[in-house]
Nanobody, 116 residues
């Protein structure tokens, strides 16, 4: 059974930083793309950042220059470093892992709140 667990969320003041971590355990093989999504109240879930096995990264326009995604494929982990946080970054952040067979695995989500 596969488990995907996020950590690192919390309450931070505008301009602050947080680092989210996501680790997968269990029988998960051949992880392909890894990514972070977020969903704010009343809004649809959106892709924030993605990273391929080769390290190619992509970001939603609103976080470019502030967020950095990275991965450790050997340990099935993915990270999201978030700097210069803004109130509009407030959301539940979800980790997504996709295998080469196009199976998708999701974490339970971690709350990020940016507020003074």
């Amino acid at each position: 059974q596969v488990q995907v667990v996020e950590s690192g969320g919390g309450l931070v003041q505008p301009g602050g930083s947080l680092r989210l971590s996501c680790a997968a355990s269990g029988s998960i093989f051949n992880i392909n793309n890894m990514g972070w999504y977020r969903q704010a109240p009343g809004k649809e879930r959106e892709l924030v950042a993605g990273i391929t096995p080769g390290g190619f990264t992509d970001y939603v326009e609103s976080v470019k220059g502030r967020f950095t995604i990275s991965r450790n494929s050997a340990e099935s982990t993915v990270y999201l470093q978030m700097n210069s946080l803004k109130p509009e970054d407030t959301a539940v952040y979800y980790c997504n892992l996709q295998t080469q067979n196009l199976d998708n695995y999701w974490g339970q989500g971690t709350q990020v709140t940016v507020s003074s």
